[in-house]
């Protein structure tokens, strides 16, 4: 048996009150995918970040080929061949793409004066094997959140690293970049380099790792061999008892259609037709790029509408702005909860209430007792764990902060809600917790579209899934007769000639 290339010994890290790691054990062999898995706040990505060097550590050692090793920041990490790829992603948003992959980058040959072609040329290849189709000269800010994804995958390439740690690196992207990342750690294992692969999705873990190390309230439970368990057992593991995953309930008939868009078009969509009904939960699915996340936005007021119509309850509905739409009853849950959702240093209860403060205010003076108690059955409702309402949402796990911004738009209540990929990055306990506010949107007549990267999130909750692919809608299914396969076939056709398998209002 190979002797470990990178070991974690008793690594333990406290953020304030809160132990994220206590004694935590784990071992990487060269050339081997290890899986580090748990729910929220179990402490996987602060074990990933101490090794990466962007956390330090209060207590423990880290060895590396058996050495111990002094990582005080992410260079020194670099130097001794670790990369690390973030959930929560790190790019800066105002330089070019090749300016986020050769910045900070020791493989990178220039100094201090740079040329732009050979930062083309040095991103190139890494771009390619990544699968982001854009030149290096794009802004980052212009990517999706999914092309981001592609982008820190593709600085974490360019790094030559000999380990390189991946967190929840699949959230974000649909199951072609997804199989494209999947062949590209083949490669990587083939050619030595070891991968630690933290994720939420059990069938990722048996289809690319060997080994799985298993983390519960910040200690290693155990660690298995992926081909000697099963996802049964490794959940068990995680959760510390039998989980029972919630079937899809029975649904009332749909009722009346509470918004209709007729030919709208944007920047990014061109001629989209949909109805969605009160008690219905209407899926959008499509690869990265599709205009998945650009329909919330136009329905939401942040992308301008260039061409149709939309009707809400019947109302011609043109919103100017995110004010004009949450007036009208429609709430956005956006894809990215960190740069587009969250205030990360303000607390979970100003989260929360955001976008009901004039209720919660008496001549400009906000009620703080009306606010905790509005928010209480919610947060009751949610299965929301956090240390106190006033803890600030940068403290909580990815689930939660998940939660935290679902209680904005409950407090709110409005009729439509589009939820832009709500389970991206959290576990399995958290999936079913947000599984069950949908089914219970739902049940109470709202109208849910709901977004997901992952094609089982949506066989599981949607009545009907609506199949977008650059920008154009090619393909309306009913949920129950819907493949991944068939949706797949949709999802990578160019063009709106597509025959629609049902018709668009059931």
């Not at 880290?62 to 790019?91: C, F, T, V």
């Not at 991968?195 to 939420?200: D, G, N, T």
């Not at 991944?484 to 000639?497: K, N």
Request: aromatic share 4%.
């Amino acid at each position: 048996m190979a002797a470990p290339l990178l070991e974690a010994r008793d690594v333990s890290k406290r953020f304030g009150g809160v132990a994220a790691l206590r004694h935590a054990q784990f071992s990487l062999r060269p050339g081997e995918v290890h899986a580090l898995i748990g729910e929220n706040g179990a402490g996987k990505s602060t074990l990933a970040k101490i090794l990466a060097g962007s956390v330090k550590p209060d207590a423990g050692r880290i060895l590396i080929d058996g050495q111990p090793a002094a990582i005080a920041s992410p260079l020194d990490a670099q130097r001794l061949g670790i990369g690390i790829i973030y959930q929560e992603l790190d790019l800066f948003p105002h330089l070019t793409v090749g300016e986020n992959i050769v910045i900070g980058n020791l493989c990178f040959p220039e100094g201090r004066l740079t040329s732009p072609r050979n930062v083309d040329a040095f991103c190139r290849p890494f771009l390619e094997q990544a699968g982001l189709e854009c030149g290096a000269r794009r802004m980052a800010g212009s990517l999706s959140i999914g092309e981001r994804q592609l982008l820190a995958i593709a600085r974490a390439l360019s790094m030559n690293a000999r380990a390189i740690l991946m967190d929840e690196p699949t959230s974000s992207l649909f199951d072609d970049a997804a199989e494209r990342l999947f062949g590209l750690i083949r490669e990587l294992k083939d050619r030595g380099v070891s991968i630690v692969y933290v994720s939420h999705k059990m069938d990722e873990i048996f289809r690319v790792c060997d080994r799985a190390t298993v983390l519960r309230d910040g200690e290693t439970v155990e660690t298995v061999e992926v081909a000697a368990t099963n996802a049964g057992e490794i959940i068990r593991l995680m959760v510390g008892r039998n989980l029972q995953i919630a079937a899809r309930p029975y649904r009332r008939p749909l009722g009346e259609v509470v918004l209709e868009a007729h030919g709208l078009t944007s920047g990014k969509l061109k001629d989209v037709s949909f109805q969605l009904h009160r008690s219905e939960v209407l899926g959008v699915a499509g690869l990265v790029g599709s205009g998945r996340s650009e329909l919330g936005a136009a329905l939401f007021g942040l992308d301008r509408i260039r061409a149709g119509a939309i009707h809400l309850r019947g109302s011609p509905l043109q919103p100017a702005s995110p004010r004009d739409a949450i007036r009208r009853g429609i709430g956005l849950l956006p894809e990215d909860r960190r740069l587009e959702g969250l205030m990360m240093r303000m607390s979970v209860i100003e989260n929360s209430t955001l976008a009901v403060l004039a209720r919660m205010q008496k001549l400009g003076f906000i009620r703080r007792r009306q606010e905790i108690s509005a928010l209480g059955p919610v947060v009751r409702q949610l299965a929301l764990n956090c240390p106190s309402l006033a803890s600030p949402a940068a403290s909580l796990s990815g689930g939660n902060q998940q939660k935290v911004l679902l209680a904005r738009w409950l407090l709110l209540d409005p009729d439509v809600f589009f939820l832009d990929d709500p389970t991206r990055g959290i576990d399995v306990g958290a999936k079913q917790d947000i599984y069950r506010i949908i089914d219970g949107l739902a049940a109470a007549g709202k109208g849910v579209m709901l977004v997901s990267s992952e094609l089982p999130d949506l066989l599981r909750c949607c009545d009907r899934i609506l199949v977008l692919s650059n920008g154009r809608l090619t393909a309306v299914y009913d949920a129950k007769e819907a493949t991944q396969e068939t949706i797949m076939a949709s999802a990578t056709s160019f063009g709106p000639h597509m025959r629609k398998p049902v018709k668009d209002a059931p």
